[in-house]
């Protein structure tokens, strides 16, 4: 089986994949199946036959027109979660040949180019499986309320102009607002682990894209109003502290958001308010 990802090899290794792909090949999609939280997985491999340029989404469809094994035994379509199909919801994560990534932006070109090729699809770890592909991302998104992850603007109507912000600022938390919620740093981070009981969620580990989140609205002129609050949330049960440095977060990114930075810068400015607080008391 092959087991090519777009962080093994140079990208020029990746070109050839992709122009040696034969058009019309017959690939074989093993998908780890469960009909739903609680119960048992099972794997299922299927016959699919794709052109040059099919990704990992026209994949499922396929399949999920007619669901049929490579045993001839019909079984039901696979359920997958997808949304803009352009690596901008963050909805279709999950772990291809064993690694995390966005199955949108997964050419079959590169990860399955030769006939009788074969890939694997499985559901993220760190989030309850719905069913098959498909995860609850519901604690991901409590995290990030957790920290207040919004500029508190009360009311629509015009208020006038912003605040000004240097050049060198924006670009900085540009980069940083480019996540989406996608949760590949989360599936890959040894400190986040699956908390089924939102009860446990608000003293296990936030994880990287929250506190990243966290340092891009701090640095936000009209955002920077919540910073204490974000900041005494870092500070407590599952804050920044948590964190192991394994830095695996920043290598699966598929933004490429400069998320250890934010970590380290997080951590400092905890400290100092945590010094400020105590100084004040």
């Not at 990802?5 to 093993?30: F, L, N, Q, W, Y």
């Not at 682990?193 to 580990?205: C, G, K, M, S, Y």
């Not at 394994?246 to 598929?254: D, L, M, S, T, Y």
């Not at 934010?262 to 008391?281: D, E, M, N, P, Y």
């Amino acid at each position: 089986m092959l087991n090519f990802s777009p962080s093994e090899g140079s990208a020029a290794a990746a070109a050839a994949r992709r122009a040696s792909a034969k058009p019309g090949r017959t690939i074989r999609v093993s998908v780890k199946r469960c009909e739903g939280p609680g119960q048992d997985s099972r794997w299922e491999t299927f016959s699919v036959k794709v052109d040059r340029g099919a990704n990992v989404i026209s994949v499922l469809q396929q399949i999920a027109a007619n669901p049929v094994t490579v045993e001839g035994k019909r079984t039901t379509p696979v359920v997958w979660d997808s949304g803009c199909l352009e690596e901008v919801c963050g909805a279709c994560t999950m772990v291809i040949n064993g690694k995390v990534r966005q199955s949108c932006s997964c050419l079959m070109d590169e990860y399955a180019p030769g006939e009788g090729d074969e890939i694997t699809l499985e559901p993220m770890t760190k989030f309850p499986v719905v069913r098959d592909l498909w995860v609850d991302r519901s604690r991901l998104f409590h995290n990030l309320a957790r920290v207040k992850a919004w500029v508190p603007i009360d009311g629509t109507y015009y208020l006038g102009a912003g605040p000004r912000e240097k050049p060198q600022q924006q670009e900085v938390r540009y980069k940083l607002s480019e996540c989406m919620s996608c949760g590949c740093c989360l599936e890959a981070c040894p400190q986040f682990n699956l908390e089924e009981n939102p009860a446990d969620w608000n003293t296990a580990f936030i994880g990287a894209h929250a506190i990243s989140q966290a340092r891009l609205f701090n640095e936000h002129e009209t955002g920077k109003a919540l910073r204490d609050e974000r900041l005494e949330v870092l500070m407590g049960p599952g804050g920044v502290s948590d964190c192991g440095n394994a830095q695996n977060c920043v290598k699966v990114c598929p933004k490429h958001i400069p998320l250890t930075e934010s970590i380290a810068s997080v951590g400092r400015a905890v400290t100092l308010h945590g010094l400020t607080r105590w100084f004040k008391a």
